[in-house]
């Protein structure tokens, strides 16, 4: 039997003894009124009567016996009375060390679970494949579990990753897979999951999916998991502030998707700083204090309407910014003097492109050139992990510095590429899977943190103060328990980097800003 199971039969126990002496004590009552009659019956008797006559004699007999019958009656309804008292202190003391026990063994399950997840390793990648569309040719097939085959031109290429998704994979599939990692944010740690892959590969759709809930993506699924669970532990005594925020990086400049200013949030200035809890943040971003569905479902929709989306020959419909929803998580348990702060962040990166087939002009080139800039950036981090540099150029691009702490082994991060499966994409999804295989294998050097603190039992908590402080001015707020604050927690980067300006593993071999790697490094990029 579970701890939590023994705990339930034990306070069914204990509300059924206390019921038992409730009785008890109910009858001892009755018992000791009956009795208080008789004597006051008997005395009237004798009172009123002679003692000369046998039959009256023989009735206060009857009644003497009646009184004592009723004495020893009462007496045993009070041992029993006494018996069933110590029953029920017995009952809850039992329940209170039961209880103890579970706290224990679900601080020691938050513990084990994490420990899990750290032998999974620090940096996962899992693949999901688009399903092909319709009369176009496949050049990519899992022939076995979590492995794929691509045959482009005439190699054929085989790869594994800790997951791989079919077309038939469900959004629910994907979301049970990840979902310890989401659990991780409740325990403390700073989490980051990513989606990468080609323009047109679904990338929006596994993050955001639709507004039905069976076609929920990452996003909702992870905030509908944390609010379902933040409540189940409130019966443990946890009490959780959630604070929300969407951050656009767009042409290499910080954007609050969530801002409620006309133009565009043009007039904020958008910088990443330092923060003692969650690492880093961005300042002047717009905090709400989420508790629902129906606030995420809104939240959504507004950063929708606000972000950048364009048309190319490669999509009709094509995010043309990477977003960041960042979601900030504090808990405090009074009884056990306990404070969890967490950091769960939900990256949908723009798609890469190849300028030759997107045939971007005007905005759309310089949206498309910013792209692989940042993507490229972000290949430039996982290169210099896997060759064990000793400077990671994280200030290459807002994306890069917003992705370190997790990168840089402060938190959990996961990867979850994206690819087409037509004979037309072979080219991307190759490079794709390519820069998916270079990352699982890379080390993330250094063990993630869990932020917990004590705090003083008897100090009242406020809620109000889980929201990270803004130390620059001009911040906003969507109501009034929420700060102007934005931001993904982790360790600054040594100063110093120069922009990065290498293309994405995606990008065309002509893309602009390309330059050769310096000598004697190992090239991994797919040109």
């Known amino acids: 039997m579970t701890l939590s199971a023994a705990v339930e039969e034990t306070k069914k126990s204990l509300t059924q003894a206390q019921l038992d002496l409730k009785a008890a004590q109910d009858k001892s009552t009755n018992l000791t009124q009956d009795k208080e009659k008789l004597e006051v019956a008997y005395q009237c008797y004798k009172e009123h009567h002679g003692t000369n006559n046998s039959e009256q004699m023989m009735a206060i007999s009857e009644l003497q016996h009646s009184v004592d019958q009723l004495t020893k009656k009462v007496e045993s309804a009070e041992l029993e009375s006494l018996a069933q008292k110590i029953n029920v202190e017995k009952q809850q003391a039992l329940s209170c060390n039961l209880e103890q026990q579970l706290a224990e063994a679900l601080r020691r399950g938050r513990e084990l679970h994490n420990v899990i997840q750290e ?75 990513f989606a990468y892959g080609q323009t047109g590969s679904g990338k929006t759709f596994t993050m955001q999916g639709t507004s039905e809930p069976r076609s929920w993506g990452i996003i909702p699924r992870s905030l509908d998991k944390i609010f379902r669970t933040s409540e189940q532990m409130r019966a443990q005594g946890w009490v959780w502030s959630l604070q929300a925020s969407f951050i656009e990086v767009y042409n290499e400049s910080l954007r609050d998707l969530l801002s409620d200013d006309e133009g565009g949030d043009s007039k904020s200035v958008h910088v990443i700083q330092h923060h003692d809890e969650f690492g880093t943040m961005v300042t002047n971003m717009t905090s709400i204090e989420v ?11 507004k950063a929708a309407k606000h972000r950048a989306v364009g048309s190319t020959d490669m999509n009709a419909v094509s995010s043309r910014s990477h977003s960041v929803f960042a979601l900030y998580l504090k808990g405090t348990n009074a009884g056990l003097g306990s404070e969890l702060t967490g950091a769960l962040h939900l990256v949908d990166l723009a798609g890469s492109e190849r300028l030759d087939k997107s045939h971007a002009v005007g905005d759309r080139l310089k949206e498309t050139q910013n792209i692989n800039r940042s993507l490229s950036s972000l290949a430039d981090v996982f290169l210099a992990k896997a060759e064990n540099r000793p400077h990671v150029p994280f200030r290459n691009s807002k994306l890069t510095h917003l992705m370190e702490p997790c990168l840089s082994g402060q938190g959990k991060t996961m990867m979850v590429v994206n690819v087409g ?29 869990r932020t917990c603190k004590s705090i003083n039992s008897g100090n009242s908590v406020n809620s109000s103060s889980s929201r990270p402080h803004t130390p620059a001015p001009g911040g906003r707020s969507q109501n009034t328990s929420s700060s102007a604050t934005g931001a993904y927690a982790g360790q600054r980067s040594p100063p110093g980097s120069a922009p990065g300006s290498r293309s994405p593993p995606n990008a065309a071999p002509g893309a602009q800003g390309r330059q050769r790697p310096p000598s004697g490094s190992r090239q991994t990029h797919c040109w």
């Open 421 to 449: 499966p037509e004979q037309t994409n072979a080219h991307e999804t190759l490079c794709s899977l390519r820069f998916a295989s270079q990352v699982s294998q890379c080390d993330t050097g250094g063990k993630p943190k």
């Open 119 to 193: 032998l999974k390793g620090n940096i996962r990648v899992f693949c999901r494949v688009r399903p092909v569309a319709e009369g176009a040719e496949r050049s990519l097939e899992s022939p076995e579990e979590n492995k794929l085959q691509l045959w482009h031109g005439p190699e054929n290429y085989n790869f594994s990753f800790d997951k791989v998704f079919t077309p038939a994979s469900m959004q629910e599939e994907v979301f049970d897979e990840l979902s310890g990692l989401v659990q991780s944010a409740l325990d403390g740690y700073k989490v980051c999951i």
């Open 291 to 301: 508790n629902s569905m129906a606030q995420i479902k809104s939240l959504m929709a």
